[in-house]
């Protein structure tokens, strides 16, 4: 009897046991939708007052193991209402978030830092990574097409992969108009690399590689274009043409994911011009000979092959010849997460497209990551690195002797293929009808490529003083190798011996490039009551270099793509190297008035190793303000109608240190195998050395509007943007040549 009450006894315990341990853990699961009930992944779910959390899945589903006592969970993510639940003992919880109702508290990334957009007193828009995700496109310029006011894209041809003009508020100077990027703190110039240019003789229209196409779009967050100088002028001296600031992606502490994303597309023209087939040539040729005969003024033969047009056909359509369906397709695997300290990014990406002109394409590989790192609670650091391999082939599309040109007013009469090859002109009658260059054949035998190998990415450590005063140190590092050759084969017809293409050329030209930047900036940041401040100085110094080896050779042996196979004869060797360095002083103060008055002032003094000595700093001052009229007590009473006004009004320089090429204040001298002072050198240039930085002076008045709880958004910017002369006078200094043979 004893030991049945003492087994009862015991199974008592063991349920209170389990009971207990039953009531001390549990499982909460549920989904996460908008109010358009679409799954939002990534929302982050945690356990209000404790480190308990987890992230929703890719298909809004969440998981979290909660403690007993549990009262609310807590979900928040990017562009939604952070809402707080009632667990109340329930296992099941769905949740609606609801989208915030305006993006002030938006974080905008400006120069050596990142500010909330109600802080913000300088014209700066910005493109989230929503807006450009899955665009088929080889390039950062592109993506930006048609997204940001004050922004004029054009593509220059069309070339897959090829050069993109971007104007920032329009044309600023005769020296460039390319904006500066800065990808994740890395300054890149944006101008179009002419490498290729005429390669081959022939007129312009051989655009080559983009430089921002080594970066692959699918990693980028967020696009943010500073347009006015008292945005820019942070930058100082490389921001005369405007300034994008590129964020990219990077890891996030919690659940680890793994996305792959493809797309595939065919581009197509669209619009083809509406030309004569052979059957209307023949008959506009038959009008003619009436016309001219009774003019007195000649005579024509009537053709006796077109004496009936309607059984001529179509003939040969050029267009359709050199135009075909351009194939897009573009792969994305990326791995990303984190866990106690460490966060991590990392993506390999495919790009190819082929050109809706035959003989044109663009491919590339790119490979990203970052690692960021809290090493000490007082101490992060960081390093990010982009490495691609791009690979253009580049066909001749503008110009009159291009391939578009030449196929649009080539004859119908004439075919692309003859007996013995490509066709040229084709007689009839007694008449030669066609061009004498073959554009299919052009674009097919002619071989440009530029191969672009690319290195860059960033280095950093933050040193936390206090809460609210953070050093840090940055080395951006750009290294780029470039490969171009273009190459041209002698072709013959070979039953009539006619030339198709010559004669035979080879031309290569390596380059490579370095640029490293050091950084390093204190930055002050704190709330006082109703005021806040944020301040910032700093110090940079940057170097470059970049050299470059060309050389020709013609009448290949062969037709060897070798410059061991050409004729010794009108051969070319040269090279160049052009060093620039800089160095920079900046600081930057933004202060904030009960969320209501703001002011921002900068300064930034710019050292430059293209002016001489007495020119070479130049002062780049900035000042803007801010009146958030929203906020005022007598604005209350239309909130329903005007829900957010603010009025901004700036003034800043900014500067252009290209004024004309590298270390034009000194005459230079190009070496050279024959000149007019003698074997070895000819002057390149007369030296100035009164030359002085190039500034532009921006005056800006904007409002920002925002209607019937943001329905309708409205911005308006009025600005008077004025760029400065240089000096220049008309002494001359004595200039010295040196002569030195070339190989």
Known sequence: MNKKRILFICILMLCSVFATFAQEQRTVTGKVTDELGEALPGVTIRVKGSQVGTNSNTKGDYSIKVASGTKTLIFSSV?????????????TINVILSATTNDLNEVVVIGYGKAKRSEITTSISSISEKEIKNLPVAGIDQAMQGKVAGVTISSNGGQPGGGISVRVRGITSVNGNEPLYVIDGVPMQGSRNSIAQDQLGGQAGQSSQSPLAALNPNDIVSIDVLKDASAQAIYGSRAANGVVVITTKSGKIGESKISYEVYYGVQTVPKKLSLLNLSQFAAYQNSLAPEINSSGIGYLTPIEEFADPSVLGAGTNW???????????????????????????FSVNYFGQEGTVIGSD???????????????????????????????????????????????????????????????????????????????????????????????????????????LTLRNELNYDFTVSQNTAFQPYVTNTTT??????????????????????????????????????????????????????????????????????????QVGEGASYPWAMESFFGRANYLFNNKYSVTASLRRDGSSSFGPQNKWGYFPAVSAGWTVSNEPFMKNINDVV?????????????????????????????????????????????????????????????????????????????????????????????????????
């Not at 952070?82 to 329930?90: D, G, I, L, Q, S």
């Not at 110094?541 to 050389?551: C, D, F, I, L, R």
């Open 362 to 468: 663009f491919e590339r590989f790119a490979l990203r990551t970052s690692i960021d790192h809290q090493v000490k609670s007082w101490f992060k650091a960081g390093i990010s690195l982009n490495a691609s391999r791009a690979n253009q082939r580049i066909t001749l599309t503008d110009g009159s002797s291009s391939v578009i040109g030449i196929s649009v007013y080539n004859s119908p009469a004439t075919p692309v293929i003859s007996a013995g090859g490509y066709a040229t002109q084709t007689n009839v009658g007694g008449s030669a009808f066609g061009n004498p260059i073959n554009p299919v054949a052009l674009a097919e035998l002619r071989d440009v490529r530029s191969l672009q190998t690319k290195l860059f990415g960033s280095l950093y450590g933050d040193i936390s003083l206090t809460k609210w």
């Open 497 to 570: 011996g006619e030339t198709i293409l010559g004669p035979s050329k080879l031309q290569k030209e390596n380059a490579a490039s370095l640029y490293w930047g050091l950084k390093t900036f204190l930055t002050f940041d704190k709330s006082f009551g109703k005021h806040y401040l944020n301040v910032l100085v700093g110090h940079e110094a940057a170097s470059s270099t970049y050299e470059t080896v060309k050389a020709t050779r013609n009448n290949l042996t062969l037709n060897l793509q070798s410059l061991a196979a050409g004729s010794g004869t009108n």
């Open 319 to 345: 267009q359709d010849a050199v135009f075909r369906k351009g194939i897009i397709k573009n792969h994305q695997l990326a791995f990303s997460g984190g866990q106690n300290k460490t966060s991590y990014y």
């Open 643 to 743: 829900g957010y006004m603010k009025v901004r009004a700036g003034y800043g320089s900014v500067g252009n240190s290209s004024t004309g090429g590298n270390n034009v204040y000194a005459t230079n001298i190009n070496l050279v195998a024959i000149s007019p002072l003698g074997n070895g050198s000819q002057i390149q240039n007369v030296g100035n050395p009164t030359l002085q930085w190039e500034s532009v002076i921006t005056k800006n008045l904007g409002v920002d509007l925002s209607f019937f709880n943001k329905k309708v958004d409205l911005t308006v910017d009025v600005y008077n943007k004025e760029t400065s002369k240089m000096l220049l006078k008309s002494k001359l200094p004595v200039f010295a040549g040196l002569a030195t043979n070339n190989w």
């Open 79 to 91: 562009g939604f209402k952070t809402t707080e639940v009632a667990v109340n003992n329930r296992v």
